[in-house]
């Protein structure tokens, strides 16, 4: 059985854009092609053991016999690594597993690098943030980015470096839907899906904005999913219009099961809102709502979402003087034409299979 090391900025654990993906790979990795996999991090407890996985500590990794891992699999997060999002030490620990190791190394860019204004350290970091990106690309035999935007500013940055584009798949399960299952749904149920702090910002602006929300499919239910428990987010769902219930460490099982049920997500996602809104497929919690058709609204008005010539339906959203939303009679259809899009290129299967090729695996007997 042939091993595979990923890098992660933590262990994998509830619902973490990141964390999941990686998990997600693991597991059909070893379903399917018999690799098993082995975590390394620098935030770790002797606690850890997602899905049965081995959890090592990054900074002792080169202490112990490199000939464990046949591949490397990195999940380049610059501000997961470092908290100012120069993670030096990481670019030390991947060049010397290059030299000693002789498998493949593939990175997969969640991140480039950050941007902000002149106040802020982004703005100042930008320029390490940049060069320690190349370096990571150039010591990679495959980059793996999340849009077409992604793409065109690797090439850039590393017009040498090879490139695949896959959207991130979701994090909360793939279910099989009949038609019957999509149509079928109850209009008026919403859902709140992410890490803490998306869930947090996504519930603000969702309160801001929910009587603009048109009353064919107004929320009167709104499930909140992920994250770790948070009193301020527990504290916006007092007063607000609509039944709620917030389930911060959910399973991923579970929380499938409930997004099954309802037609709309609500993503306050950017910052910025002058960012594209492909960035939004680096995130698995976008990818978990497309996976399941349930079709994802924003607060403000974005640019498409394409992959080449195929457009994601969207993208929909509310703002104070102007709404663009699938009323009661379009919903089904929109909602089932996402969900065929999601199927045509963010599945995992499809991702788990383009890494397997990189990597030379074959299916298990």
């Known amino acids: 059985m042939s091993t ?49 996985f081995e959890v090592l500590p990054l900074d002792g990794l080169l202490e112990r016999s490199i000939q464990k891992y046949d591949h490397v699999l990195l999940h380049y997060v610059n501000y997961g690594f470092q908290k100012r999002g120069v993670p030096f030490r990481l670019l030390t620990i991947l060049q010397a597993l290059v030299e000693q190791h002789r498998g493949r190394m593939v990175t997969i860019f969640h991140e480039l690098y950050a941007s902000g204004p002149p106040w ?41 470096a090879r490139i ?31 890490g803490t702090a998306l869930a947090e910002r996504s519930l603000r602006s969702f309160r801001r904005l929910l009587s603009r929300i048109p009353d064919s499919i107004a929320p009167r239910s709104l499930f909140v999913l992920g994250g770790n428990e948070n009193p301020v987010t527990r504290s916006l769902l007092v007063d607000l219009a609509v039944q709620s219930d917030y389930r911060p460490h959910i399973a991923a099982a579970e929380a499938s099961e409930i997004l099954r049920t309802c037609s709309f ?16 497929l680096k995130s698995s919690a976008f990818a ?23 457009r994601l339906p969207g993208p929909f959203f509310v703002e104070p003087d102007r709404c663009e939303i699938p009323d009661a009679h379009k919903r089904a259809k929109i909602a089932s034409d996402i969900y065929d899009w999601y199927q045509r290129h963010s599945s995992s299967e499809s991702l788990v299979q383009a890494i397997a090729k990189i990597f030379g695996l074959n299916r298990a007997q």
């Open 4 to 52: 595979l090391l990923q890098i992660v900025p933590k262990a994998p654990g509830g619902i973490d854009g990141v964390g999941d993906y990686a998990l997600t790979i693991a597991k059909k990795l070893r379903e399917t092609f018999g690799c098993d996999t082995v975590f390394a991090t620098f935030k770790t407890s002797s606690s850890e053991n997602p899905g049965g």
């Open 120 to 160: 802020t350290s982004a703005f100042w970091l930008r320029p390490l943030q940049i060069r320690l990106a190349k370096a990571v690309a150039r010591l990679s035999d495959t980059c793996i980015v999340s849009s077409d935007n992604f793409v065109s500013e690797l090439k850039r940055m590393a017009p040498h």
């Open 164 to 194: 695949q584009l896959h959207p991130v798949p979701s994090g909360l399960e793939e279910p099989s839907l009949s038609p019957n299952q999509i149509v079928d749904r109850d209009l008026h149920q919403w859902a709140i899906v992410g």
């Open 265 to 280: 997500a609500w993503f306050d996602y950017f910052h910025r809102p002058d960012v594209e809104t492909s960035v939004i």
């Open 288 to 310: 978990a709502a497309c996976a399941h058709a349930v079709i994802p609204v924003f607060p403000h008005r974005g640019s498409v979402i394409s992959l080449g010539s195929d």
